[in-house]
């Protein structure tokens, strides 16, 4: 795949850790890379000092509060937590800011990573992967995709179209704290993180977002989407 440099628009945004190893091992670990979106989003330099600062839900909101007076970098639409791989949805709103915030992320999230399990080198699958959207199916169905990630758990070939009880399905991703699925559902989850105005606008309401991944689960639409995917 070509490397390009983000520019503005909306992208996918992924990478893996190397050898596909976890890069979650713990969800204090989840908890310290959804602060980092936080404190790192921003035009400001960040001290990453506190390489074991891991807060939990309460703390992350008023970290989330303190921090929302500053100048960000990006918008954060969409996002999912896997146990080895990440994905976001994200839209530049300063020059540069994709590439910045991206490497502030990488970084601070590997320094405490490395700090804490006591390794060193890399810990990421080289560097992050960005992809425009440029079609207006991609825009409204890769918060479809990325929100049904964590399938992989309980329903290995979703992909393909091979689904064993979509109602367990469904259940099963209201229970995965470690996404933005749960806040398009009407539900306040990581909302200092988010923007989800724009999506919202599309999708109408909860109940129609969540009428459309139902309806996108059923008719196999991943399988059209792979050009913007995790391969």
């Known amino acids: 795949m070509k490397r390009i440099k983000p520019s503005d628009g909306i992208y996918h945004v992924y990478n893996r850790g190397v050898e596909k190893r976890d890069i979650f091992t713990k969800d204090s670990d989840r908890m310290r ?3 980092s979106l936080i404190i790192f989003n921003s035009t400001e330099d960040a001290d990453n000092e506190r390489h074991y600062f891991e807060p939990n839900f309460s703390n992350l909101t008023e970290v989330g509060l303190r921090y929302s007076d500053q100048k960000k970098l990006v918008k954060i639409h969409a996002f999912v ?3 080895n ?3 976001l949805m994200i839209e530049q709103v300063e020059d540069n ?3 910045t915030f991206m490497r502030k992320l990488g970084t601070g999230y590997t320094n ?3 700090k804490k399990y006591e390794r060193v080198g890399a810990l990421f699958q080289g560097k992050y992967k960005a992809i425009i959207l440029e079609e207006q199916r991609q825009f409204l169905y890769l918060p479809y995709y990325i929100h049904l990630n964590p399938l992989d758990v309980v329903e290995p070939e979703w992909k393909n179209g091979k689904i064993n009880n979509l109602k367990n399905a469904l259940k099963f991703l209201e229970t995965y704290k470690w996404s933005s699925h ?3 559902l009407g539900e306040k ?3 200092s993180i988010l923007d989800t105005n724009m999506l919202s606008e599309f999708y109408g309401n909860e109940s129609r977002y969540r009428e459309g991944i139902e309806e996108w689960i059923r008719e196999n639409s ?8 995790l391969d």
């Open 33 to 35: 890379f959804l602060y």
């Open 81 to 83: 937590l896997m146990r």
């Open 85 to 87: 791989h990440y994905h």
């Open 97 to 99: 800011g994709i590439t």
């Open 112 to 114: 405490y990573f490395n």
């Open 182 to 184: 749960l806040d398009y």
């Open 189 to 191: 989850n990581f909302p």
């Open 222 to 229: 991943y399988q059209e989407f792979e050009d913007i995917s």
